[in-house]
């Protein structure tokens, strides 16, 4: 079924002069199946072929997609090249209008169309799950390009990524609590999880298994039999970041770090898989301020992307993708030690360190 574009001539175009551009190329078009918008914003491909998931989510406006799509792969090129991938920056968003729910029909199209884009620019993108697809639907977009990752493992496929994202974190909590508390021993600590979805619920697991003393909280309320089973604490989402404890990991959605909620914050540290945590980019300097040492989510998610890239070569040796995704906590920890020496917030070592690979190729 067709749908109806919601272009319309009084398009708010705020968000998208708030975007920031430096792109190489961004695809806008309407898919001849779906009649959706698709944009496919190439942020940079001077490390390699960019990399970065398909969003398919609803906006008010096909402009708002327009701009999460330049800000998310933007944010990409930062986020690979701080994993140490030879990937640049690229995302992939599919605008759904407000209050439109689509059929399995409607979202076959949808990645139909998404792979004709992708195919149309010649191997500068590769594209991979995100918020809104899923494996199953990869393997959609495969059936008109070859450019996409993490197709189920039934079909061959890298599958699901959250695994290794779960690792990267619980390595990058490892190093976090070295850096503050001068062990990396969990055992005993009280750890805050907000969150407990594919993520979340496996940090949970693997940090119960370490001995570290959990309080766990989910919108989901069904997310309680998780935390029922392995004995945590539950407490309501929004009272969360308040608790007393030693570490603040969230795990939800983006814009978790509202400068309310760093005022309240009670704890030592902040790592977490969530992306975009900081609602504004003063964030960093504001928990700086607080005494509260902030691990950036682009580097301590980045398990998921380096899976996805080594998972898919011809070689993957699964060996070789976890030490990888080990050697986030050593990254964490360099950045923890380049702030402290220089004098500058977490967020800008970690963007330093990720824009000193872009600058020396
Ligand atoms: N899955 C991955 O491999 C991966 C990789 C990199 C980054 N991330 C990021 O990590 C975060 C979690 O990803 P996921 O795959 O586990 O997603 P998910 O959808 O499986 O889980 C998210 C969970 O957070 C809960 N949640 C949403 N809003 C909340 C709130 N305000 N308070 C408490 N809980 C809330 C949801 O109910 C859900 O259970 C996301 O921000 C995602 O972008 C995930």
Redesign the pocket.
């Known amino acids: 079924m067709i749908m109806q574009p919601s272009t319309t001539l009084e398009a708010p175009v705020s968000a998208i002069e708030n975007a920031e551009f430096g792109h190489e190329n961004v695809l806008i078009s309407t898919g001849k199946r779906s009649g959706l918008v698709i944009c496919v914003a190439v942020h940079s491909t001077v490390l390699g072929q960019a990399l970065g998931g398909a969003r398919m989510w609803n906006y008010p406006h096909w402009t708002d997609a327009v701009a999460d799509s330049l800000r998310l792969s933007a944010a990409m090129t930062l986020k690979n090249s701080a994993a140490g991938l030879n990937r640049g920056g690229g995302k992939s968003v599919i605008h759904i209008p407000l209050g439109v729910v689509l059929t399995g029909e409607q979202k076959r199209d949808a990645m139909l169309d998404l792979g004709d884009a992708i195919e149309s620019l010649n191997g500068a993108y590769m594209t991979a799950e995100d918020?809104g697809t899923s494996a199953e639907l990869m393997a959609v977009v495969a059936e008109r390009t070859e450019h996409v990752c993490g197709l189920p493992a039934d079909q061959g496929g890298a599958g699901?990524?959250?695994d290794?994202?779960a690792a990267g974190v619980h390595a990058s909590i490892l190093a976090t609590c070295e850096a503050l508390f001068g062990t990396r021993d969990v055992a005993g600590r009280h750890l805050v999880i907000?969150?407990?979805?594919?993520?979340?619920?496996r940090l949970a697991r693997s940090l119960t298994a370490a001995g570290a003393v959990l309080t766990v909280?989910?919108?989901?309320l069904d997310?309680k039999l998780l935390a029922a089973e392995l004995s945590a604490n539950w407490v309501d989402?929004d009272e969360?970041h308040s608790v007393i404890a030693d570490l603040y990991v969230p795990?939800?959605?983006?814009g978790?770090l509202s400068p309310r909620v760093i005022r309240e914050l009670n704890v030592s540290g902040v790592v977490g898989?969530?992306?975009n945590q900081l609602a504004q980019h003063d964030g960093a300097e504001a928990l700086a301020e607080r005494g509260i040492l902030w691990a950036p989510d682009f580097v301590v998610?980045g398990?998921?992307v380096i899976y996805l890239d080594m998972a898919s070569a011809p070689d993957a040796d699964a060996d070789a993708i976890a030490q990888r995704v080990e050697a986030i906590g050593d990254t964490v920890a360099t950045i923890f030690r380049d702030a402290a020496a220089l004098s500058i917030t977490t967020l800008d070592a970690a963007e330093r360190l990720a824009q000193s690979r872009l600058v020396t190729v």
């Not at 907000?194 to 619920?201: A, E, N, P, T």
């Not at 909280?217 to 989901?220: A, K, R």
């Open positions: 918020v699901e990524p959250a290794a994202t907000s969150g407990l979805g594919q993520v979340g619920g909280t989910d919108v989901n997310r989402a969360a795990c939800g959605m983006g978790a898989a969530a992306n998610n398990g998921g």
